[in-house]
């Protein structure tokens, strides 16, 4: 594709809304620093205060659902064509999501987590800086970096491609909406989703970088002494977005995998040297006992902490499932919409008539829905197979 005809297949209402907001807040960022500061704070604060119980309870049924997915008959279902095969090695999209979906982030967070969690135990479970609060701080930063954020990981993956490569849908987090919202999602509704999308996009990457940027200057810093500033946190932020830009531009197959293979072979070789210069026991000790408080809590640190205990957690999440069934029955003839079934999912349809002597019909194709409609005549169709 060249450069023209990636300029025409932005999308003007998508693009220029997503631009404006994003030069917005940096103009707020650069001239009044403070006042975005406290007004992002007092976001958060709010944001955690009021819906906190529902991130996390929702990232637990991310997790259950991941699992039913990776169990269940659904979990064969080939993201492409069914004679495609995969792009990648295995091994290279291990690389690949590590460095691409983590990144800067667990390198970052890998040590200040534990640190932070370390000197001020989480809800005031361990003496700080005890051995507790060692094996607490480990248990909570497995809990971060886990199995709850590789399901999240994992759903929105899932639903981008399988739209995109099963469905032969854009490439567009509206693309995963569609089955909701029907000829909706190329309106005001789908295109508000997808400016969301790249503003959150740009927002986590730019945190990552900053947080990079940080991370390598005071490295640099505690090497060589070339002190920490503005000037120094640009340039390289100006030379890993180098790095990015030359990486996008070689595409996935090369510079992204090139990399990322190259990221995992370095993080290997720190941690084989970790483990020989110790301290070994001490790590081994803590891995293994961390890791088991993580596997056996799990399901306690899925729910609200402060609300375990509280008659109004139930009550909550009775409500919050409830809601769920009620939104799924609403949609559920919208579910099965025709216009997303193709020759790619065949189902197969067997007419039950109302008389007993001619249930003995053939099988015949269908490429409709899965379930089973009435006819007017007492018979009526069984639907199933296909994805």
Same mark, same amino acid.
């Given at each position: 594709?060249?450069?023209?005809?990636?300029?025409?297949?932005?999308?003007?209402?998508?693009?220029?809304?997503?631009?404006?907001?994003?030069?917005?807040?940096?103009?707020?960022?650069?001239?009044?620093?403070?006042?975005?500061?406290?007004?992002?704070?007092?976001?958060?604060?709010?944001?955690?205060?009021?819906?906190?119980?529902? %991130? +996390?309870?929702?990232?637990?049924?991310?997790?259950?659902?991941?699992?039913?997915?990776?169990?269940?008959?659904?979990?064969?279902?080939? &993201?492409?064509?069914?004679?495609?095969?995969?792009?990648?090695?295995?091994?290279?999209?291990?690389?690949?999501?590590?460095?691409?979906?983590?990144?800067?982030?667990?390198?970052?967070? !890998?040590?200040?987590?534990?640190?932070?969690?370390?000197?001020?135990?989480?809800?005031?479970?361990?003496?700080?800086?005890?051995?507790?609060? =060692?094996?607490?701080?480990?248990?909570?930063?497995?809990?971060?970096?886990?199995?709850?954020?590789?399901?999240? #990981?994992?759903?929105?993956? @899932?639903?981008?491609?399988?739209?995109? #490569?099963?469905?032969?849908?854009?490439?567009?987090?509206?693309?995963?909406?569609?089955? *909701?919202?029907?000829?909706?999602?190329?309106?005001?509704?789908?295109?508000?989703?997808?400016?969301?999308?790249?503003?959150?996009?740009? %927002?986590?990457?730019?945190?990552? *970088?900053?947080?990079?940027?940080?991370?390598?200057?005071? !490295?640099?810093?505690?090497?060589?002494?070339?002190?920490?500033?503005?000037?120094?946190?640009?340039?390289?932020?100006?030379?890993?977005?180098?790095?990015?830009?030359?990486?996008?531009?070689?595409?996935?197959?090369?510079?992204?995998?090139? &990399?990322?293979?190259?990221?995992? +072979?370095?993080?290997?070789?720190?941690?084989?040297?970790?483990?020989?210069?110790?301290?070994?026991?001490?790590?081994?000790?803590?891995?293994?006992?961390?890791?088991?408080?993580? &596997?056996?809590?799990?399901?306690?640190?899925?729910?609200?902490?402060?609300? &375990?205990?509280?008659?109004?957690?139930?009550?909550?999440?009775?409500?919050? @499932?409830?809601?769920? +069934?009620?939104?799924?029955?609403?949609?559920?003839?919208? @579910?099965?919409?025709?216009?997303?079934?193709?020759?790619?999912?065949?189902?197969?349809?067997?007419?039950?008539?109302?008389?007993?002597?001619?249930?003995? @019909?053939?099988?015949?194709?269908?490429?409709?829905?899965?379930?089973? =409609?009435?006819?007017?005549?007492?018979?009526?169709?069984?639907?199933?197979?296909?994805?």
């Amino acid at each position: 594709m060249s450069t023209t005809d990636r300029l025409r297949s932005v999308d003007p209402a998508v693009f220029w809304p997503a631009l404006a907001i994003t030069a917005g807040f940096i103009s707020w960022g650069a001239l009044a620093p403070d006042s975005l500061a406290s007004v992002t704070q007092a976001t958060l604060s709010a944001i955690i205060n009021g819906f906190g119980w529902g %991130f +996390v309870v929702s990232t637990a049924l991310f997790l259950v659902f991941a699992g039913f997915l990776a169990i269940s008959r659904f979990g064969k279902i080939r &993201l492409g064509a069914d004679d495609e095969l995969p792009e990648f090695r295995t091994v290279s999209w291990v690389c690949m999501m590590f460095s691409v979906g983590m990144g800067i982030g667990l390198m970052f967070w !890998g040590v200040a987590e534990p640190v932070f969690h370390f000197g001020a135990p989480p809800h005031g479970l361990a003496v700080a800086q005890s051995k507790e609060a =060692a094996l607490l701080a480990m248990k909570y930063s497995y809990f971060h970096w886990a199995l709850h954020p590789w399901a999240i #990981y994992a759903i929105v993956g @899932l639903a981008i491609a399988y739209f995109t #490569y099963r469905k032969g849908l854009p490439i567009l987090i509206s693309s995963a909406f569609t089955p *909701l919202l029907g000829k909706a999602v190329n309106g005001p509704i789908g295109k508000t989703i997808d400016i969301l999308a790249v503003i959150a996009t740009l %927002f986590g990457t730019a945190t990552s *970088l900053g947080l990079g940027a940080q991370q390598i200057n005071s !490295g640099l810093n505690f090497l060589w002494g070339t002190g920490e500033g503005t000037g120094i946190a640009l340039a390289i932020i100006a030379v890993l977005s180098m790095l990015f830009i030359l990486s996008a531009v070689s595409g996935v197959g090369r510079g992204v995998q090139f &990399l990322s293979n190259m990221n995992m +072979v370095v993080a290997a070789a720190l941690l084989l040297f970790l483990a020989v210069v110790g301290p070994t026991i001490f790590i081994l000790n803590t891995f293994t006992e961390a890791l088991g408080d993580y &596997l056996a809590d799990l399901v306690t640190m899925s729910v609200p902490h402060r609300r &375990l205990q509280r008659r109004q957690m139930a009550r909550e999440l009775d409500d919050l @499932l409830l809601g769920l +069934v009620g939104v799924l029955g609403a949609f559920r003839r919208r @579910l099965y919409r025709a216009h997303l079934q193709r020759p790619l999912d065949p189902r197969i349809c067997h007419w039950r008539p109302a008389h007993p002597e001619r249930r003995n @019909l053939p099988l015949v194709h269908h490429h409709g829905w899965d379930g089973a =409609a009435f006819g007017t005549d007492g018979g009526w169709w069984s639907c199933r197979g296909g994805q």
